[in-house]
């Protein structure tokens, strides 16, 4: 099993920046990658950015070029620096790591974008 737990979030204005981290603890020689993922209300949860244990990186198109994915290995970690923020980034934001068969998740933490 894989523990996940999220920090960073909050409210931020239009324009401005946060950053989530997520540290894993428990079975990690299991995981091969990690990535955030976000739930806003009434919609599905889709990906928004993964990284890969050799460092591989994939976004969501809506938020290519604003936020960045970073990965440390030695901590166990992985941090999501989201610039540039609008406010339909506003969702729950979910740490997620992959050690197959199995898929684990973070409780969530809440990211909201207003002026």
């Known amino acids: 099993q894989v523990q996940l737990v999220e920090s960073g979030g909050g409210l931020a204005q239009p324009g401005g920046s946060l950053r989530l981290s997520c540290a894993a603890s428990?079975?990690?020689?299991?995981?091969?990658?990690m990535g955030w993922y976000r739930q806003a209300p009434g919609k599905q949860r889709e990906m928004v950015a993964r990284?890969?244990?050799?460092?591989?990186?994939n976004y969501a198109d809506s938020v290519k070029g604003r936020f960045t994915i970073s990965r440390d290995n030695t901590k166990n970690t992985v941090a999501l620096q989201m610039n540039s923020l609008k406010p339909e980034d506003t969702a729950i934001y979910y740490c997620?790591?992959?050690?197959?068969?199995?898929?684990?998740w973070g409780q969530g933490t809440q990211v909201t974008v207003s002026s």
């Open positions: 997620n790591a992959i050690g197959p068969p199995l898929n684990y």
């Open positions: 990284i890969t244990n050799g460092g591989t990186t």
């Open positions: 428990g079975s990690i020689f299991s995981i091969i990658a």
